[in-house]
């Protein structure tokens, strides 16, 4: 009799884990006839998105998925870390919040880790692009994903076609030879039209992001897990890249002795910047499109990949990655899975993306591509972008500026500075 109730039991495991798999990946997809997962009740998720955006798509959500009750509460993006830590500690937390990778790490012990016999590491892959790999641990999956915001590389049409440049530059290399043509100078020497924004930190707008990039297109993933741990990877060598250098290359845009010199510490943000049309390249995100658009609507630009490292074996940029993470505290677990499963299913992830002016994550959406002007470009590069586990953007927001201006200064050199910043890193990581 004990022999056949474990026998039972493995089969019930088997097959309930086989669904899990099947809805995750969206074979099954539950629509309506959700009840059959036991899924009912209300659930509560909260984000920053304005309400006047989700409630249209939670009102359709919702009628499609009768058997149980979405709600979505709007928190204030100033407030939604603290607001999120203290209902959690007290009890009073949603079931279900919004997540973006750099506040993955600080959340990991407060998210309900989904575990790969529900949601194979394969299923993954083989679902999201590369960017929801940000939220995947030893144990499992902190949040399923659902847009990514890739980095971008946004120019200047009207000062490439008066200097008779064809094409944006496709690999940093050419920048070398930009900047003298672009780079415009008044009698005294004074930069008054700029090629690009690099070298600084403080009016360089996503700086820390910019550098990331630049390290991760070497082949430098920044943060790595190893042994179920979190650790800095920043100062090691990978064999083919020395990180030092790259970030020579970065501080050397700034200085005055050098022919790549483009920007300054007298320059206002680099957003404005090119806004005033005083930049020709600006590096920033695809959700940056419409403020772009708003600040200078007579503005000529259009925008192009991230540049790449010249014969790299693959294409990285950048980009911010939200997902759902469900509370490990929640009250009703298997609706939150559910509804979550069913977001990223289901056509709520495409319009959710597209309200956002951002790409989605899961690959079949990407092949429905819209037809403007921009976002072909944006969802071309969602299948290469990539984030890494920031564990406190303020935190590392300041290392990462320590690391150019101690460069700039010469207090350090470039190698020394990122062993600095990769120690200080790895301090963050402990919990």
């Known amino acids: 009799m004990k022999g056949n109730f474990q026998i039972i039991i493995l089969i019930v495991f088997i097959i309930a884990a086989v669904?899990?798999?099947?809805?995750?990946?969206?074979?099954?997809?539950?629509?309506?006839?959700?009840?059959?997962?036991?899924?009912?009740?209300?659930?509560?998720?909260w984000g920053t998105e304005k309400s006047t955006v989700m409630f249209p798509l939670i009102e359709s959500f919702n009628q499609a998925n009768t058997s149980f009750v979405l709600k979505y509460e709007e928190k204030s993006p100033d407030t939604f870390d603290s607001d999120l830590l203290e209902a959690l500690a007290s009890g009073t937390g949603p079931d279900m919040f919004f997540i973006s990778d750099d506040l993955a790490f600080k959340y990991s012990n407060k998210i309900y880790t989904i575990p790969y016999a529900s949601f194979p590491l394969n299923t993954f892959k083989n679902s999201f692009v590369g960017a929801g790999e940000v939220f995947l641990t030893s144990n499992g999956v902190l949040a399923l994903p659902l847009t990514v915001d890739p980095m971008m590389m946004y120019y200047n049409r009207s000062m490439l076609d008066a200097n008779s440049i064809?094409?944006?530059?496709?690999?940093?290399?050419?920048?070398?030879n930009l900047v003298p043509v672009l780079t415009k100078k008044d009698d005294k020497g004074l930069i008054t039209k700029s090629t690009v924004a690099m070298g600084q930190f403080s009016n360089v707008l996503h700086a820390k992001d910019l550098l990331a990039t630049l390290f991760m297109q070497a082949g430098n993933p920044i943060i790595t897990e190893k042994d179920s741990s979190f650790i800095s990877v920043l100062g090691d060598s990978n064999g083919k890249y020395d990180l030092g250098s790259i970030l020579n290359y970065y501080t050397d845009f700034s200085d005055p002795l050098k022919d790549v010199y483009s920007w300054n510490k007298s320059f206002s943000n680099s957003q404005d910047a090119f806004s005033k049309e005083d930049l020709a390249f600006y590096f920033g995100y695809a959700s940056e499109l419409q403020s772009l658009i708003d600040k200078n609507p007579n503005q000529n630009f259009l925008v192009a990949p991230m540049p790449q490292i010249r014969n790299s074996t693959f294409k990285l940029t950048s980009g911010h990655t939200t997902g759902i993470a469900i509370s490990a505290f929640s009250k009703n677990l298997n609706t939150a899975l559910t509804a979550a499963s069913l977001m990223t299913n289901g056509d709520f992830a495409g319009k959710f993306a597209t309200s956002l002016g951002v790409a989605p994550v899961r690959r079949d959406l990407l092949k429905v591509i819209p037809t403007d002007s921009y976002s072909p470009t944006f969802y071309s590069s969602?299948?290469?972008?990539?984030?890494?586990?920031?564990?406190?953007?303020?935190?590392?927001?300041?290392?990462?500026?320590?690391?150019?201006?101690?460069?700039l200064s010469n207090s350090m050199s470039p190698a020394s500075s990122v062993t600095d910043a990769s120690a200080k890193l790895g301090l963050l990581l402990i919990k």
């Open 19 to 45: 669904f899990g798999v099947l809805v995750f990946s969206g074979m099954i997809p539950l629509g309506s006839q959700s009840s059959s997962t036991g899924a009912q009740g209300t659930v509560v998720l």
């Open 382 to 407: 969602a299948f290469f972008a990539r984030g890494w586990l920031d564990p406190s953007p303020k935190d590392t927001d300041n290392i990462f500026q320590g690391m150019v201006e101690k460069v």
């Open 166 to 176: 064809a094409n944006p530059p496709a690999y940093w290399d050419e920048f070398t």
